[in-house]
């Protein structure tokens, strides 16, 4: 049951960034290259016997053929991934069609050769090399995604880690994350922070692959400070605190929060600060957003 669970969840964002996803094609890529190298001693395909000019014409053909399923694939799921977000099992079943695709390329690919005569399968029929086609594209394509996955989620955990590491923070007395009400936040490298009380943090706003930090000085003036940092590392690292997603462009401090209206369009958020217009609150939210504000003004 929980495995069934785990698959229905939604795949996490850091996996169908744009960044994200180009580093994944870039090192499928070479995996695929280097592992074609490393297999040229072992392999029994016919497509590495031939050396004639219309058969390596057709071959590139191939190759340009798949890179653009695959590009044109990510392309796709960047798209539908960040619009309504795509589940764990959508994602293997997206992936694994990739494969199935460059597989029947594979086989159109190899019977157009046989049949103008440039190269020779033997005796082997169609659906048995397109089964051998799918065996190996799974390892060149199935195995990089893997790996690809382990990563992004390893260096999204670190990057986690670096947002809610207090050790380095200079203060005159030390941090302690939820009870002197900081929120500290680190970029994407941890080379930047920026530590602000929470009482003077109203929201925090995406903007690309930067945040916008909206909060007010010691003279009650608003301000904004930028870095480079996931909106979701910020709402995993501060769940416990004030700080709630609304909007899949904005988290909001709670505690700040002077108006909740209902407009045709949903619910709206302000501060009832003059130059801070209103935050749209979206149907996936809107129902732990209506809770925090009660629980507050209750």
């Known amino acids: 049951m929980s495995r069934m669970i785990s698959l229905l969840d939604k795949v996490p964002r850091y996996l169908l960034g744009r960044k994200e996803l180009t580093w994944t094609l870039i090192f499928t890529a070479l995996f695929a290259f280097v592992f074609l190298l490393l297999n040229l001693p072992f392999s029994q395909n016919p497509w590495l016997e031939v050396i004639s000019g219309g058969a390596v014409i057709l071959l590139v053909c191939f190759f340009l ?11 796709l799921l960047f798209r539908l991934g960040y619009r309504n977000g795509v589940s764990v099992l959508g994602y293997v079943l997206w992936s694994l069609g990739e494969m ?17 005569g ?5 005796g082997s029929r169609l659906l048995t090399l397109f089964f051998e086609a799918l065996t190996f594209t799974f390892w060149c394509m199935g ?3 893997l790996i690809s996955c382990l990563y992004l989620s390893l260096a999204d955990k670190s990057n986690t880690m670096r947002l809610t590491d207090y050790g380095d923070v200079v203060s005159d007395a030390p941090a302690k994350p939820y009870e ?7 970029d994407n490298n941890g080379a930047l922070k920026f530590s602000v009380s929470s009482e003077n943090l109203y929201f925090i706003e995406s903007d690309d ?3 916008r ?9 608003m301000k904004q400070y930028m870095l480079r940092c996931r909106l979701k590392t910020v709402e995993d690292s501060f769940s416990d605190s004030d700080l709630v997603r609304c909007h899949r462009k904005y988290i909001v401090n709670i505690a700040k929060v002077r108006i909740l209206k209902a407009e045709k369009e949903g619910y709206k958020i302000s501060f009832g600060i003059d ?23 209750s």
């Open 180 to 186: 002197d009400k900081k929120i500290t936040l680190f």
């Open 65 to 75: 053929a798949c890179v653009v399923i695959v590009v044109v694939s990510r392309m």
């Open 143 to 145: 195995i990089p995604y």
């Open 213 to 221: 930090v909206w909060y007010s000085d010691s003279s009650g003036q």
């Open 118 to 122: 440039l190269i020779d399968i033997g």
């Open 209 to 211: 692959n930067y945040i």
């Open 275 to 297: 130059g801070v217009g209103a935050i749209p609150i979206s149907k996936t939210y809107e129902k732990n957003v209506l809770a925090r504000f009660n629980s507050k003004t």
């Open 100 to 116: 199935v695709l460059v597989s029947l390329l594979y086989t159109f690919f190899t019977s157009e050769g046989v049949k103008v």
